[in-house]
């Protein structure tokens, strides 16, 4: 049975007093991604679980809420867990769900179980909720795959289909990483590329479009912020243009997701204000409102604690 939560809960209501941020406040709730999907926003979020006495990240599974309005959530059944990759070792780190021909693909992060490092895969399912299974036996994108002095370079990946149909996986830490996918969803179509433009890049790209532009944001620094570039394709040019979203208050990383809902825009981020035990390692998501300006550029968000009203 789905679980409906938010600020306060109330069991035996219908329709439980919901609102403000954090949106979820039954578990702590990490490296949001969302997808919409006709009227329904679907979140998918990583679930931190390490004990309040840990400093360290605990993350076996990920999470999945629905809403028609932004502000009442419905849990469902854990839609995806790294055992579901028989190859992967642990830690269900950022991810992103796409749609595509009717079917949902799950792009994540883990910890290869032979191949030194972090690694990507994907999982497939028939409906946006899951159950979610292994697309490919295999990891899409592992660590031997790309140049780096680090083991976690490998991690964060967005997907982006554009007007043409052609699918784009970006990922990376420290370095932005991004390749073309094949109709398929799960295999690479061509050589891994390098994104270029993306001062003080650190991790977290997310790559969405707004009438004509490409904005590709990302995690800048440590502790870290949100900066954003543009370009008028999925392949650059990108031009720099700063500072996005501020430090996420006690948290020490910052990542975003973008999307368009019902006539307005939306930044969904975590942070580690759920309760006197959050912080870097039990955070939880929020919502506030993304604004443009009139040549593209997007306005600071302003994180707030009352979070978004009902999207009507």
């Known amino acids: 049975m789905a679980l ?4 306060w809960a109330l069991a035996q209501s219908p329709t439980p007093l919901v609102g403000g941020n954090p949106i979820i406040r039954t578990k702590y709730t990490a490296d949001p991604a969302a997808l919409v999907q006709g009227g329904t926003v679907y979140l998918y979020t990583g679930h931190d679980e390490a004990p309040n006495n840990q400093e360290r990240y605990v993350m076996h599974e990920w999470l999945c809420f629905s809403s028609t309005d932004m502000v009442h959530w419905t849990e469902h059944p854990i839609p995806l867990k790294v055992s579901d990759f028989a190859w992967a070792k642990d830690d269900a780190w950022a991810s992103q769900v796409i749609e595509r021909n009717g079917k949902y693909y ?8 032979t191949i030194h490092g972090k690694a990507i895969g994907v999982a497939v399912a028939d409906n946006p909720t899951g159950p979610y299974r292994d697309a490919r036996g295999s990891a899409l994108i592992t660590s031997d795959m790309t140049a780096s002095k680090i083991s976690w370079d490998d991690i964060d990946p967005t997907v982006i289909v554009d007007a043409q149909g ?5 990922w990376g830490n420290q370095s932005c990483h991004y390749a073309k996918l094949k109709a398929n ?24 479009t707004h009438n004509g532009w490409y904005y590709l944001s990302y995690a800048t620094e440590f502790p ?23 430090l996420a208050g006690n948290s020490n990383t910052n990542h975003q997701a973008i999307i368009d809902f019902k006539g307005r825009s939306y930044f969904i981020y975590h942070n580690g204000g ?4 959050g912080g870097s390692f039990r955070r939880s998501v929020c919502i506030d409102y993304l604004n443009y ?11 707030t604690t009352e979070g978004v009203q009902p999207a009507k």
């Open 224 to 246: 870290e912020k949100t900066a954003y570039a543009m370009s008028r394709s999925p392949t650059g040019p990108w031009q720099y243009k700063g500072i996005l979203n501020e």
């Open 4 to 7: 409906l939560v938010g600020r």
């Open 185 to 208: 969803m799960t295999e690479l179509d061509g050589p891994i590329e390098t994104v270029s433009g993306l001062p003080q890049f650190t991790e977290a790209p997310w790559v969405h």
């Open 166 to 170: 052609q699918a784009y996986l970006y």
């Open 106 to 113: 799950w792009y994540a992060a883990v910890t290869h179980g």
């Open 274 to 277: 759920m309760d006197e035990h």
């Open 293 to 303: 300006n009139r040549d593209g550029t997007i306005k600071r968000v302003q994180m």
